[in-house]
């Protein structure tokens, strides 16, 4: 659990022992070739012991065991078909179809398309449209020392069992490093806090660097304002806020809680500020965060709530932590069944906390918090309750929501004869010629098809054409194919 010490290390303290930015960007691209097959030894996991789950872990406490059944694939298609509708045509179905979106928010997102559908719940999408640009930019910047000797650091404590970062000054980390130093940049007055590094890893495993650097301006500035600046007062009045709606959800906990004087922002820090990320089961985390982009923090407040009543909710689980203590011990090892998917899902979605319900608290504690400690230092935006609220402050164009795919394939036009304008033709079936149709994906590689019904142009122009042939950037794009 983050020391509220260590989180702050991050904001606005200069380290002492800071290098220069050139040795930091040294230090990483000297391991620019590292990648998960070439380390002989990957945070004391031999490569002869690596097994990955479905997810991209190797070992460590998120790992699958394999306890969720999978989705039959035939649903999962259809699921998927239906997101991509969507998608297409994004700004319709969140204008009249949104109830519809959040269930399917609910029902989990497909994998293949949760990348992609991150970026549009948030607002990302629309952001990097209209800052065509801005990231590289910030990229070639050289950034603050200041902020890189922390950040590098930090690098390898997200996710070390996961392929993507396992490897020190591996690609997944050099990424991480890019994306939370442009957000320095881009956020100079608010700089880097070290709960933002897990926020970006998780958006980096679904997504390239350029959209979860999007994806965590939005998180930063729209779901949860202020949690990242110095001083850490909007998770402060968030704590209060969790522990006054905690009184109607479990009065139980909430009488051992305040018994015990166990302030909020000890048990509750990190739970909120890294979105869950480094709490529950990976399964479980991704289906909270597709419900938290769609419908924004009460999410967030609503799996602590579930937390804190599942494990201090009755006097017969009281019994074995009587103290401060023992109460935190309970809270840092979270029993198992309270954290499975389809559990913790089920009783997100029928908690009944709405936005209303946590604006109202906000307004409540606001005032607590002026009486007690003065006006706050940091003045964060409002929050934005999801994406409908994202949505409607910031209205996308179409062209800001139009899908890029990255390989585009251009199948050459077959010639047809020429027919007086509005005159009906009927095609007449060829019995003779059995040869096939051209390939319009053949690739170098490939055998030449049969082309003895062709004339010498129209084989030139077939070649000359055809995409993917002789190309060195037919596959360029080809990884980030696996985001879209």
């Not at 990348?115 to 801005?134: D, I, T």
Request: contains cysteine.
């Amino acid at each position: 659990m983050f020391s509220m010490s260590k989180l702050q290390s991050g904001n606005g303290v200069q380290w002492k022992d800071s290098r220069s930015q050139r040795g930091t960007v040294e230090s990483l691209a000297e391991h620019e070739s590292s990648s998960l097959g070439s380390d002989p030894e990957l945070n004391g996991v031999t490569n002869t012991e690596i097994q990955t789950d479905k997810y991209g872990f190797i070992g460590g406490a998120q790992q699958s065991a394999g306890e969720n059944a999978d989705i039959p694939p035939d649903v999962l298609r259809q699921r998927e078909a239906k997101w991509l509708d969507m998608l297409n045509s994004w700004d319709k179905w969140m204008a009249k179809k949104h109830k519809k979106v959040k269930l399917r928010c609910q029902k989990g997102i497909p994998p293949s398309l949760r990348g992609r559908a991150w970026l549009y719940l948030s607002g990302g999408k629309v952001k990097k449209e209209q800052n065509q640009g801005k990231f590289q930019e910030l990229d070639s910047q050289p950034g603050d020392p200041k902020w890189l000797d922390v950040i590098e650091k930090d690098l390898h404590r997200q996710f070390p069992f996961h392929e993507m970062f396992v490897a020190r000054g591996g690609h997944g980390q050099q990424d991480l490093f890019r994306v939370l130093k442009a957000y320095t940049l881009h956020r100079p007055e608010e700089g880097y806090c070290q709960a933002q590094a897990p926020i970006a890893a998780v958006l980096l495993m679904h997504m390239p660097a350029e959209d979860a650097f999007w994806g965590l301006v939005q998180i930063c500035e729209k779901y949860l304002p202020g949690y990242y600046s110095a001083g850490l007062e909007a998770i402060q009045l968030d704590g209060e806020i969790l522990f006054a709606l905690l009184k109607r959800v479990s009065p139980v906990a909430h009488r051992h809680l305040k018994k015990y004087k166990i302030d909020p922002i000890l048990y509750m820090t990190e739970w909120f500020m890294c979105a869950f990320s480094r709490t529950l089961p990976w399964a479980s985390v991704l289906r909270v965060w597709d419900m938290f982009f769609c419908e924004g923090v009460k999410i967030i407040f609503r799996v602590g709530l579930v937390l804190l009543k599942c494990m201090l909710g009755s006097q017969e689980k009281l019994k074995a932590c009587q103290g401060q203590y023992e109460t935190m011990e309970l809270l840092r090892s979270i029993e198992p069944q309270y954290m499975q998917e389809a559990f913790l899902v089920q009783e997100v979605i029928e908690l009944a906390v709405s936005e209303r319900d946590i604006e109202k608290e906000h307004l409540s504690q606001l005032r607590r918090w002026k009486e007690t400690h003065g006006e706050l230092h940091c003045k964060s935006p409002p929050r934005m309750h999801g994406a409908k609220a994202i949505m409607a402050a910031e209205p996308p164009s179409r062209q800001d929501l139009k899908q890029n795919p990255t390989i585009i394939v251009e199948v050459p036009q077959t010639t047809e004869s020429k027919t007086e304008k509005g005159k009906k033709t009927k095609k007449i079936k060829d019995t003779k010629n059995t040869s096939p149709p051209p390939n319009p994906y053949l690739l170098p590689s490939d055998p030449p098809l049969p082309s003895d019904n062709l004339s010498p142009s129209e084989s030139q122009h077939l070649q000359k054409d055809t995409p993917l042939q002789g190309s060195n950037q037919s596959l360029s794009s080809v990884e980030h194919d696996t985001y879209l």
